[in-house]
């Protein structure tokens, strides 16, 4: 299939070198933090001493404006979620690809499926936590539905399913954002959490407190808060699986795929989501297709929201949003011009399953139903992507700055 192999080829390319420069821009922010801390980090002034907290540390020459976007933003997540942790994030201006608004690297970390499902368990703060953390295996394993690896028992690369219930390394491991880490009691090291980086291309609004956004103009504070939220763990593997599926062999320059215990990308999101066929064989779904996927805290019995589906094998929106234009939530894939984003029901049930605790503490919030009807949606003009770039692992890395 030479068409996908080329686009492939190319997002890896492109990807590899954006990692390469943001590593080099994070050690320059390194040196800076000293300097850049005292005037910036808003939100701790605000909040209870039990609560989510963030540091925003901007590259010199950020705007005021920019800075109280995002610590706009940072306030939001601190009303919402009561962890008693500070989340370390770089921000800056650079010039994107083209039709991407904004982009989120968070660091990440590698943990066995058991200290992750204890740490969940260990977090119960919620109704939904006790409905989510019981839908979990409680063995050291857990089963999924997959494509497109080299040992699929269809054929190599095959787009059709199967069940890997074999128990090796992919199905023991989870990657984890530092920030959701740190949530789980996983990770308290004070190192920096995430990159972000909005467009120089683009108009922004950076003031929603009149209820609108400019027409021509990009919701900066509502784009921020979604940017964080990749920050805090709102990702799919899947998209991971994409882009190695397949991938150019480093060593043969030859196209090919990993086989499933190589993919040991699996998000804390992901044990949240379903398929009606993996459901079926109680096992998560983390095949790239069309198939509609859905977050569900029951084991795929209840239908919450729909994802995307990934921007190569699925709908052409990255895995690691909800379904586009449908009203779901903060984390959906694209903005229009005038549009004014809004942290719903559906995404706090995100967050509150991955391991972040509700300051609210309930469910008993709007229904998904309700809260779409709160959403402005513009008909025509240009619908432009938040972006999650994906970084190239050497499988062997145990951290590393990913782009997310
Ligand atoms: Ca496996
Ligand atoms: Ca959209
Ligand atoms: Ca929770
Ligand atoms: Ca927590």
């Known amino acids: 299939m030479p068409i996908p192999l080329n686009i492939i080829g190319g997002n890896l390319y492109v990807t590899a070198t954006i990692m390469k420069t943001y590593i080099v821009k994070i050690k320059q922010f390194a040196v800076m933090t000293g300097i850049a801390l005292s005037g910036i980090c808003g939100s701790s002034a605000v909040t209870p001493a039990n609560a989510l907290s963030f540091n925003f540390i901007p590259a010199s020459g950020t705007s005021q404006a920019a800075i109280d976007g995002f610590t706009a933003a940072g306030n939001r997540w601190s009303s919402l979620f009561t962890d008693n942790v500070n989340i370390n994030i770089n921000i800056n201006f650079s010039a ?3 039709g991407i608004l904004a982009q989120a690297s968070s660091n990440r970390l590698k943990f066995s499926y058991t200290d992750v499902y204890n740490a969940l368990n260990n977090d119960i703060t919620s109704a939904d936590d006790n409905t989510a953390v019981a839908s979990l295996s409680n063995s050291a394993t857990f089963n999924l539905l997959l494509n497109r690896t080299k040992n699929n028992p269809n054929g190599i690369g095959s787009a059709t399913t199967y069940l890997d219930n074999d128990g090796d390394t992919n199905n023991q491991t989870l990657s984890i954002s530092n920030a959701n880490a740190k949530a789980l009691g996983l990770a308290t090291i004070g190192t920096t959490d995430a990159f972000i980086s909005f467009s120089t291309g683009f108009t922004w609004d950076f003031d929603r407190t009149d209820g609108a956004i400019t027409a021509g103009s990009y919701d900066f504070v ?149 809260v779409i009807g709160t959403f402005i949606f513009t008909a025509f003009g240009a619908k432009m992507v938040l972006k999650r770039r994906q970084k190239l692992l050497t499988l062997t890395e145990k951290a590393t700055f990913e782009d997310v």
């Not at 921020?224 to 763990?233: D, K, P, S, T, V």
């Open 96 to 98: 994107l690809g083209s």
């Open 222 to 370: 509502g784009i921020a808060e979604h940017e964080i939220g990749h920050a805090l763990g709102f990702t799919s593997g899947v998209d991971d699986l994409e882009y190695d599926s397949p991938h150019i062999d480093s060593h043969t320059g030859v196209s090919s795929y990993f086989n499933d215990d190589q993919l040991t990308f699996v998000n804390t999101l992901d044990l949240f989501r379903y398929s009606t066929e993996s459901k079926n064989l109680s096992a998560i779904d983390w095949t790239a297709d069309t198939r509609d996927k859905y977050f569900s805290i029951d084991g795929g019995a209840t239908k919450i929201a729909a994802f995307s589906t990934g921007s190569t094998w699925g709908d052409g929106r990255q895995a690691s949003h909800w379904q586009d234009n449908a009203g779901l939530g903060i984390m959906d894939p694209t903005i229009a011009p005038g549009e004014l984003l809004q942290i719903t029901e559906n995404d706090l049930q995100a967050f509150d399953a991955i391991g972040w605790n509700r300051a609210d503490n309930s469910t008993a919030v709007p229904e998904p139903s309700n």
